[in-house]
Structures are given as structure tokens and as C-alpha cells.
T-cell receptor, first 115, second 108 residues
Framework: DTGVSQNPRHKITKRGQNVTFRCDPI?????LYWYRQTLGQGPEFLTY????????KSRLLSDRFSAERPKGSFSTLEIQRTEQGDSAMYLC?????????????FGPGTRLLVL | TQLLEQSPQFLSIQEGENLTVYCNSS?????LQWYRQEPGEGPVLLVT?????EVKKLKRLTFQFGDARKDSSLHITAAQPGDTGLYLC????????FGTGTRLTVIP
């Protein structure tokens, strides 16, 4: 297994357009997380899934954002009617419970630029 | 209010120098983790500290968890250009809280 993968790696779009990102977690990891990272900041939590169930959503996840994990494997994050403020790196991570705590493994991210 | 404050925000040093970066909070944590993130990549876990006063070493990197479990430091000995990156501290369970990071540049 090569780790968490994300596609596309880069996306440039015009304001008002819809975009969709995909995350493929490490196989057999039952938890999947989405984060957003803006320049000069650490990642900020958006949402997470356990299998196909979306268990928690941050207040950062406005109505224009929707995330799915239909079969409990890959996940998609869609942003509708993009705004310039949506420009950021979108990171995905996956994990399985270990003895001490949940260790999350991050993908390389999708960098979004909204013009 | 930022849960985790990291300092300095930026650090540029010459190869071979030593450095320390800090992660501070007013809250007590059950554990704290350090990551390094290179440009265009996701964060990579370096270490987890769980016990107050704990010291962990990873080659030239030394991590310390404060006695009160409210703060942590990362010391790098004889920095190399490959150490360049964004160093993040983090705590949390399902939803992780990250600090703002220290961006380190090691000049050859």
C-alpha cells in the first residue's frame, strides 16, 4: 500500500464553479478525515467518517461543502459555488485505532486556487 | 484564542547550527504530537509524547513534553538542509488541533 492518495493535486477554478476532490485512504483504515490548510497556518479540521458514517462536522464546513464516503472506502469533498476564500490546501487523512490513540496518516493534499 | 501557540513562527539558520522550537498552551493535554510538513505535501508524524517530563530522541531531534503537559519543545542538533519544513505540534482525538507551525529554513 502506498499510503493516502488525493486527486487532483492541484485545481484552479473560477469563482462560482463547483469542484470535487477525491481521497483514497490506506486500505482497511476505517476512519477518514478532511482538513483545510491556508498559507501560514496549521491544518484545520473539517469533518471525519467512520466507515460510511459522517460522525462530526466542523462549523468551518459551510452549506456549500459536502463530503461523502459512500462505500466506506474512498471519499469525495465537493465545494459548490466556490469563493476566493476557499483557496487553500485540502488534506485528507486516514486512521485505524491503535492501542494508545488514533494515529492519522495524511495524503499529499489538493491545492485549490479560486480566481 | 489559539489552542496551541508555536514559536518562533519563522526560523532561518545556517547548516550545522542548533535550534529549538516551542509549542505552548494553557490547557493540559493527554498527549501531543509533532509533525514535519514539506512544501506541497501533507504532514508526516515525527513523534508522540504522552507523559509529563518525557524526552524522546529521533536521531538529531529531541522532543520534550513539559512536566505539566501544557507545553513541548523540539530541539534539532546540527541542522541540515533536509530539516527544512513546517514543524507542527498537534493534540486531539478524532478532530486534531494543530498549532500555527514553525517554518524552518536551513541554509547550506
Amino acid at each position: 500500500d502506498t499510503g493516502v492518495s488525493q486527486n487532483p493535486r492541484h485545481k484552479i477554478t473560477k469563482r462560482g464553479q463547483n469542484v470535487t476532490f477525491r481521497c483514497d485512504p490506506i486500505s482497511e483504515h476505517n476512519r477518514l478525515y478532511w482538513y483545510r490548510q491556508t498559507l501560514g497556518q496549521g491544518p484545520e479540521f473539517l469533518t471525519y467518517f467512520q466507515n460510511e458514517a459522517q460522525l462530526e462536522k466542523s462549523r468551518l464546513l459551510s452549506d456549500r461543502f459536502s463530503a461523502e464516503r459512500p462505500k466506506g472506502s474512498f471519499s469525495t469533498l465537493e465545494i459548490q459555488r466556490t469563493e476566493q476564500g476557499d483557496s487553500a490546501m485540502y488534506l485528507c487523512a486516514s486512521s485505524s485505532l491503535d492501542r494508545l490513540r488514533t494515529t492519522q496518516y495524511f495524503g499529499p493534499g489538493t491545492r485549490l486556487l479560486v480566481l | 484564542t489559539q489552542l496551541l501557540e508555536q514559536s518562533p513562527q519563522f526560523l532561518s539558520i545556517q547548516e550545522g547550527e542548533n535550534l529549538t522550537v516551542y509549542c505552548n498552551s494553557s490547557s493540559v493535554f493527554s498527549s501531543l504530537q509533532w509533525y514535519r510538513q514539506e512544501p506541497g505535501e501533507g504532514p508526516v508524524l515525527l513523534v508522540t509524547v504522552v507523559t509529563g517530563g518525557e524526552v524522546k530522541k529521533l536521531k538529531r531531534l529531541t522532543f520534550q513534553f513539559g512536566d505539566a503537559r501544557k507545553d513541548s519543545s523540539l530541539h534539532i542538533t546540527a541542522a541540515q538542509p533536509g530539516d527544512t519544513g513546517l514543524y507542527l505540534c498537534e493534540t486531539g482525538a478524532n478532530n486534531l488541533f494543530f498549532g500555527t507551525g514553525t517554518r524552518l529554513t536551513v541554509i547550506p
